[in-house]
């Protein structure tokens, strides 16, 4: 018996924003199946003729009804995973974090999204993550700290 073709590989291109406030970072705790109940920063798939940065801002406001001041980029990863959503294929989400500070909107749950938090990265231990998540935001955190520390105090 011949054996089945290798699953395909499905590539996405997402954009995903740590969001900042009073020391905590903005976790939306994800709805849709391969990441169902996990946790993570607010993101998704750019659109077509869409800049990633504005796909950080859109995503942002659509999942969490948040708003931020995107100060950078965090890094940006590829990250594989194999779900029954894509009928077992393997998906490489090419990502683009940013990270920046809350302006606006207190966390809610909205679309992809059954839970929203604010959570202090050093306690994140306990939480069920999507891959690389914790790693990303402990940069992230870094980097708003400095830049947080530079801005005018308005004295």
Excluded at 16 to 33: C, E, H, N, T, Y
Aim: glycine share 14%; with cysteine; charged share 25%.
């Amino acid at each position: 018996m011949p054996k089945p073709p290798p699953p395909q590989l499905v590539k996405r291109i997402a954009a995903s924003i740590a969001v900042f406030r009073d020391g905590q970072v903005l976790l939306a705790q994800r709805s849709k199946p391969g990441s169902h109940g996990l946790w993570s920063l607010p993101g998704g798939h750019i659109e077509d003729g869409e800049a990633a940065i504005d796909t950080a801002r859109r995503e942002l406001a659509e999942e969490t009804g948040v708003t931020a001041r995107v100060l950078g980029i965090v890094d940006r990863i590829d990250i594989v995973a194999t779900t029954a959503a894509t009928g077992g294929s393997d998906v490489t989400y090419e990502l683009t974090v940013f990270y920046g500070l809350w302006e606006s909107g207190e966390g809610e749950a909205r679309s992809d999204c059954m839970g929203v938090r604010w959570e202090h990265p050093g306690r994140l231990g306990g939480l069920q993550m999507t891959p690389g998540t914790a790693k990303v935001i402990g940069k992230a955190a870094e980097m708003a700290a400095g830049a947080t520390s530079q801005e005018p105090s308005g004295d």
